[in-house]
Nanobody, 128 residues
Framework: QVQLVEAGGGLVQAGGSLRLSCAAS?????????????IAWFRQAPGKEREFIAA????????YYINSVEGRFTISRDNAKNTGDLQMNSLKPEDTAIYYC????????????????WGQGTQVTVSS
């Protein structure tokens, strides 16, 4: 089983930056490790659905973003360290949410249905 643990959340003022990290361990039932999985970040604000925000393929040469974060957030991964990061700059109050790391073995997880593994989330709060 693959385990994902997020870290790096916190309280920041609007315009500030945070860097979230996702540490992975374990293997899938077929023996894949983190370096062979696509990863993504989702977020869920109070009273809203969990939404996709960014993803990166297993090699790390393709990235995907929703419009509202493109240019402000950067997703990356280090397969040697089994970690994935989300650098968030120019944060806005509307970025306030619980942020989740996810991984998918079948396809780049740009939807919840494509995610096979989830972390427990880390809170990000942006004050105005």
């Amino acid at each position: 089983q693959v385990q994902l643990v997020e870290a790096g959340g916190g309280l920041v003022q609007a315009g500030g930056s945070l860097r979230l990290s996702c540490a992975a361990s374990g293997r899938t039932a077929s023996g894949r490790t983190f370096s062979m999985l696509h990863i993504a970040w989702f977020r869920q604000a109070p009273g809203k659905e969990r939404e996709f925000i960014a993803a990166i393929n297993w090699i790390g040469d393709r990235t995907y973003y929703i419009n509202s974060v493109e240019g402000r957030f950067t997703i990356s991964r280090d397969n040697a360290k089994n970690t994935g990061d989300l650098q968030m700059n120019s944060l806005k109050p509307e970025d306030t949410a619980i942020y989740y790391c996810a991984a998918g073995a079948r396809e780049v997880p740009t939807s919840r249905a494509a995610c096979d593994y989830w972390g427990q989330g880390t809170q990000v709060t942006v004050s105005s």
